[in-house]
């Protein structure tokens, strides 16, 4: 019944504006247009902004819904690669956690997020992210893996450990669209792959 | 929920300030077709036609669908490889023969597809070609009674994936296997795979003057997965080229084992060089099974010809005719530009595409420049065929089309897009999101010599929210897009039935004076037409009852039919006497175990009806043909099985 109460509370709110916004014009108008390009602004529609409760979380809901990936979701919106990552794929990801962001060199995460570096930001993103659906056990099976910015990364075996681009994969969600790996460095594309 | 809830109520709530004020002009371009002319560049008033027809691929509804564009309205499904109980197509004792396969009736087929038929590497708008890639045929389909009239099975073929593109004369239709598999087939362990599995790519002459099909030859190639094709056009006419996948040679868990390699091939195939080995007497006929279906427009009757040998080719015969290109990443789309010099292939686990020079292919054979041998064909070094790789930054390229004016336009699946460059330099010019994950792509024209780069259809495999929510199976989603200028705009986004493939658009004009708007009853020659109603008759043969019968507004001649009995095959053999564009009859029996009829204007179907049952059992007409549909009407009198009672039939008591 919250909902109903909300309803009508925001309808009144609304009407208020309305009213409002008709004697105000030029100040009200101002806001309320910013508000509507937002809405409808090309980055916030695909599949990444449907709504549905009902189907099995896909790899970016996953990460959203994580606490240990803020920063991973941040740069994931910085890079403009949501509707990528909600693709029906399949989409196998090694999330970094943040400690694995934070290991990084002071300052390398605020200078990769800036707009300016959106374009490295999402290669290196990408370097994270592998066309394909395999658990950590199958994933012993190969020596190297195609990741999505065009480049290989290596798959080692060490005891029961399996470490992706030399990151270690710490836990596995399985996702509607595949599958996340949680890992403990951020893969960083080298030149020589 | 709550949250969107909240997002809802704003964006309700900024909508409802935008109309109550109503005085953003210019404010707000971003709220789409509304404020651009988008809408009115998709508009066909009520009574306008559109600009171009639109043939999509129906996938797992295994027919084909035709779409005006820019309107993006449905106006038939044209039933090829499927029953359809619509017109009665597999139903009808004259349509059953279409289906026939060497597996027996197989009632569907997974079309992929449509390719029209050309002349001089422009549409020539006689024929659209379609292939079932479940079990392997080749539809022909005319485009004067957008009717299907002809099919042919692949022998030694499976996954009948890479086909059926069409050369530039129509000289053939191409076919190519998806899968490879033993050939011929035998009793063999799987795993026995590598090296002994073969791909077949069959090459299916077009009759110049009917259409008629008939597979010249097939190259029997080494057993990788042949994933998609296009003849060459221009300088390359005489070539062909398939893209190549599992070179890997996996028979298990592909989605591993075939993405092992760095790089597949497209396989360039000098079919005139095998043609002219052939026309020599060259190549082995080997023994197969497979059926050749062909419906006679004259008779309305389909019949179908079990053929028994298949000539095969094997490539290492007729040296320079066949060779590998390595190109990276279990490319999918392989398509070739209006002007023959390049050769794109798409690589699906790749963020970028590989495109082939001719010219530089030719140097290559000519220079003799190998980079070793795959089962004898020679492979050429990639570096020396390679024009340019494009930069796309988008995931996942499938299919390239192009709009003659030097650009090219290719989908991306995973990143959802459209993205457009340009030949020669390779820069991307423009990208544009669709709603989602798309397959093919469609210019009319778009991989001829001659595009009319006007519209492209983007044909998407996910919809998802796109439309009103119908449960969890929908029908896809398809965008049309105007590209005739620099940037693509987004017109309009409507749904497609089944699951389209590839789909193949055409300007109107080129077809629609020639759509035919009945069939003459004075050229009917169906063995069992009666051309007035006097002939109309019933005739028993021992236990078959063939009814002669005939129809026009607003009534069967004959209505009341007696003498039939229990056991008996009963056939319903009915002419549509009117003479008169778009008025058919239909016809439907209580408990028949079988599909209603739709006959059109002089044209002749037949029924069978088994009855079960002792009684007066009725039949009527199932299209509303007249102000007096509700009185076209007839019973059936059936008696039982030793009942003496004789034949007789009659219309108004006569």
Not at chain 2, 211 to 223: E, L, S, T, V
Not at chain 2, 316 to 337: E, N, Q, W, Y
């Amino acid at each position: 019944m919250k909902t109903i109460h909300l309803v009508k509370v925001f309808f009144t709110v609304v009407l208020l504006i309305v009213i409002y916004s008709c004697k105000n014009e030029v100040k009200q108008n101002e806001i309320t247009n910013q508000a509507s390009t937002e809405i409808v602004s090309e980055s916030q529609k695909g599949q990444a902004f449907i709504n549905d409760e009902s189907s099995t979380p896909n790899v970016l809901q996953i990460a959203i819904k994580s606490p240990d990936h803020t920063t991973l979701v941040a740069a994931v919106q910085a890079a403009g690669l949501e509707n990528v990552l909600v693709n029906a794929g399949p989409l196998m990801v090694f999330a970094p956690t943040n400690a694995a962001f934070d290991a990084l060199a002071p300052g390398t995460v605020e200078t990769l997020l800036k707009p300016e570096n959106k374009e490295q930001l999402a290669t290196i993103l990408k370097h994270h992210v592998t066309a394909g659906n395999y658990d950590k056990s199958f994933l012993k099976k190969f020596k190297k893996i195609g990741q999505a910015d065009d480049t290989n990364v290596t798959v080692e075996v060490i005891g029961e450990d399996v470490y992706v681009g030399g990151a270690k994969i710490i836990a596995s969600i399985k996702a509607g669209n595949g599958i996340v790996h949680v890992v403990d460095k951020v893969i960083l594309p080298t030149s020589n792959q | 929920m709550k949250k969107y809830r909240f997002q809802l109520l704003s964006l309700f709530g900024a909508v409802i300030l935008l109309t109550s004020c109503g005085n953003n002009n210019g404010n707000n371009k971003s709220r789409g077709a509304l404020n651009s002319s988008a809408a009115e560049k998709v508009y066909v008033a009520p009574g306008e036609h559109d600009e171009f027809y639109a043939f999509m691929s129906g996938g797992y509804s295994g027919n084909l669908t035709v779409y005006g564009l820019p309107s993006g309205r449905m106006f038939k499904e044209i039933p090829v490889f499927s029953q359809f109980p619509t017109s009665g197509y597999g139903y009808s004792e004259e349509t059953k023969p279409m289906l026939e396969t060497s597996h027996g009736f197989v009632p569907w087929d997974d079309s992929h597809h449509p390719d029209i038929s050309q002349t001089n590497g422009e549409l020539d708008g006689r024929w659209i070609f379609i292939n079932g890639n479940n079990t392997p045929r080749i539809a022909r389909i005319s485009l004067t009674t957008f009717e299907t009239e002809e099919i042919i099975e692949i022998p030694n073929s499976a996954g009948n994936h890479s086909s059926s593109f069409v050369t530039e004369n129509s000289e053939y239709v191409v076919a190519g296997t998806r899968f490879s598999v033993p050939i011929p087939q035998r009793d063999m362990p799987i795993n026995e795979y590598k090296g002994n599995f073969q791909g077949a790519l069959s090459f299916i002459s077009v009759d110049p003057k009917h259409g008629h099909m008939d597979i010249k030859f097939q190259i029997i190639m080494p057993g990788f997965n042949y994933d998609l094709s296009h003849p060459g056009r221009g300088k390359s006419h005489g070539w062909f080229f398939f893209t190549t996948y599992n070179t890997e040679e996996a028979n298990s868990l592909q989605e591993v084992n075939s993405s092992q390699n760095d790089k597949d091939f497209i396989a360039a195939i000098n079919w005139k060089k095998v043609e002219e080995y052939v026309n020599q007497g060259g190549g082995t006929k080997v023994p197969a099974n497979y059926v050749h279906n062909v419906y006679d427009e004259t008779t309305h009757m389909a019949t179908s010809t079990m053929k028994k040998e298949v000539l095969t080719v094997n490539p290492l015969d007729i040296p320079g005719a066949v060779f590998f290109l390595p190109t990276p990443k279990s490319p999918h789309g392989c398509d070739v530009d209006p002007s023959g010099q390049y050769i794109i292939g798409n690589g699906k686990l790749s963020a970028d595409l590989t495109v082939h020079s001719f010219d530089n292919m030719i140097a290559a054979i000519e220079g003799k420049k190998f980079d070793g041998e795959a089962y004898g064909i020679p492979i050429l070094k990639f570096e020396d065929v390679l024009a340019g790789t494009v930069k796309s930054g988008g995931l996942g390229p499938l299919h390239t089309e192009f709009d003659g004016k030097g650009n090219a336009y290719t989908t991306f699946f995973i990143s959802s897009e459209v993205v457009k460059w340009k030949l020669g330099t390779w820069e991307v010019i423009d990208r544009k999101p669709t709603y989602y994950s798309v397959g093919h792509l469609m210019i009319p024209g778009g991989n001829s010599r001659k595009p009319f780069g006007k519209y492209l259809v983007a044909l998407n495999k996910i919809t998802k929210d796109r439309y009103l929510p119908v449960g969890p199976e929908m029908e896809h989603s398809a965008q049309i897009y105007d590209i005739s200028g620099e940037k693509m705009e987004l017109l309009y986004d409507f749904p497609t039935h089944g699951e389209p493939h590839y789909a193949a658009g055409i300007p109107a004009e080129l077809l629609a004076p020639k759509s035919k708007k009945i069939y003459r009853l004075d050229e009917n020659k169906h063995p069992y037409a009666v051309t007035s109603p006097d002939q109309a008759r019933v005739e028993r043969k021992g236990k078959e009852v063939h009814i002669y019968m005939s129809t026009i507004r607003s009534h069967f001649t004959p209505d009341n039919i007696e003498g039939v009995k229990v056991g008996d095959k009963v056939y319903f053999h009915i002419t549509n006497h009117e003479q008169d564009f778009d008025v058919p009859h239909g016809f439907a029996m209580i408990g028949q175990n079988t599909s209603e009829l739709l006959i059109m204007p002089g044209q002749t179907k037949s029924s069978l009806w088994e009855p079960k049952k002792v009684g007066v059992w009725p039949f009527y007409c199932t299209d509303f043909c007249s102000a007096l549909h509700q009185e076209m009407q007839g019973y059936v009198r059936v008696s039982p099985a030793n009942s003496d009672i004789e034949l007789s039939w009659s219309l108004g008591g006569d």
